[in-house]
């Protein structure tokens, strides 16, 4: 089969269209024929050895942890799906045209697989985050870099909660912030100033989903560090605020849920781009551009 691989740390370039023997399906998992994979941050910083202290790969690695596609084996003691069956889930080496998963949930019909292969990830981390940090209805929520894949999950889902949230995005995207439920506000200097008269019984808790260095600034804006939370700044316990990292607690129920509130019309996903398989490093390096609206996918078949 074909799978996108690279041999060393290194830029988009490491990146190498691969023919390999399919992966099998070990006890408790299952294989796909992959119809899309999700283009995360974590892709580009894996193969670019932003994680090489915690997390050790072995080359040649792949490349990807979320895909949809169809059931095409089913490892010892899997009894919740069939050979056929259109799943979308976590696993490992995605962007390839088959893949193991290790958690699943059967796509909705009406979900495209494109979406589906983007929602793993970033639904994850919403729940988790949200869930985290304890906000609840009628609390206000500031997010900074709220256009992103995970910015997308977080208003949607806090929408579909009842709390209110301020969303910061460069200004091109402040309309796709207000289709998305919150209130937008640019990033930069002057963030408090900006949020005092959008927020005026005051900001209940804030996430910090760009990791710019502003973990001073969302305390001061919250007025205490227990309700800040950041999912891409590993400094932020240093300012008495908290990091929330993977890996995901719940994933089969994550995933129900993500099925769940795509079928009940709570929850859209907005793919910025669909790339085809030949072009997983040029989708490589828009992620790391920083600039991402919604989600980058990967159309593998
Ligand atoms: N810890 C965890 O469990 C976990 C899990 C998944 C992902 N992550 C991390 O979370 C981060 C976000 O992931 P993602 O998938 O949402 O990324 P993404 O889809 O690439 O979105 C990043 C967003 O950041 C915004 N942004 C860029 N510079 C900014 C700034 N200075 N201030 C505010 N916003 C800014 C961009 O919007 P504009 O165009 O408006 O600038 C863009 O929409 C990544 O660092 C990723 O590695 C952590």
């Known amino acids: 089969m074909k799978a996108f691989q690279f041999n060393e740390y290194g830029g988009p370039e490491v990146l190498f269209e691969a023919d390999i023997q399919e992966p099998q399906a070990g006890p408790g ?5 992959v119809r899309a994979a999700g283009v995360n941050p974590s892709d580009w910083k894996r193969r670019a050895g932003q994680y090489r202290d915690f997390e050790a790969l072995s080359f040649p690695s792949g ?14 003691g899997v009894s919740n799906v069939s050979i056929g ?4 889930g976590f696993g490992t080496g995605t962007v390839a045209q088959f893949a193991v998963l290790t958690h699943w949930a059967l796509k909705p019909d009406d979900l495209p697989f494109e979406a589906a292969a983007g929602l793993p990830v970033i639904v ?8 985290e940090i304890g906000v609840t209805r009628s609390e206000t929520l500031l997010v900074s870099g709220a256009a992103g894949g995970i910015g997308s999950a977080v208003l949607q889902i806090a929408r579909h909660r009842g709390i209110s949230v301020i969303g910061t995005a460069s200004p091109g995207k402040h309309g796709y912030l207000r289709d998305l439920g919150a209130v937008p506000v640019a990033y930069g200097p002057g963030l408090a100033e900006r949020v005092r008269p959008l927020a005026p019984g005051g900001v209940d808790a804030a996430l910090d989903l760009a990791g710019s260095g502003i973990i001073p600034e969302l305390i001061g804006i919250v007025g205490s560090p227990s309700r800040v939370l950041s999912v891409a700044d590993f400094t932020a ?5 908290r990091f929330s990292s993977g890996p995901p607690k ?11 509130l795509y079928s009940e019309g709570g929850f859209r996903l907005h793919l910025e781009q669909v ?4 072009r997983t490093a040029e989708a490589h390096a828009r992620s790391a551009a920083g600039h991402v609206t919604g989600k980058l996918v990967i159309a593998v078949a």
Request: hydrophobic share 50%; no cysteine.
């Open 29 to 33: 998992q299952i294989r796909i024929a």
């Open 124 to 131: 994850e981390t919403a729940l988790r985050s949200l869930d």
């Open 275 to 278: 790339f085809p398989f030949e």
């Open 63 to 76: 490349v990807g942890v979320e895909a949809s596609g169809l059931v095409d084996e089913v490892g010892l």
């Open 85 to 88: 069956d259109a799943v979308f």
């Open 250 to 260: 719940h994933p089969e129920r994550v995933l129900a849920e993500a099925a769940q």
């Open 237 to 241: 316990p240093q300012f008495g605020a």
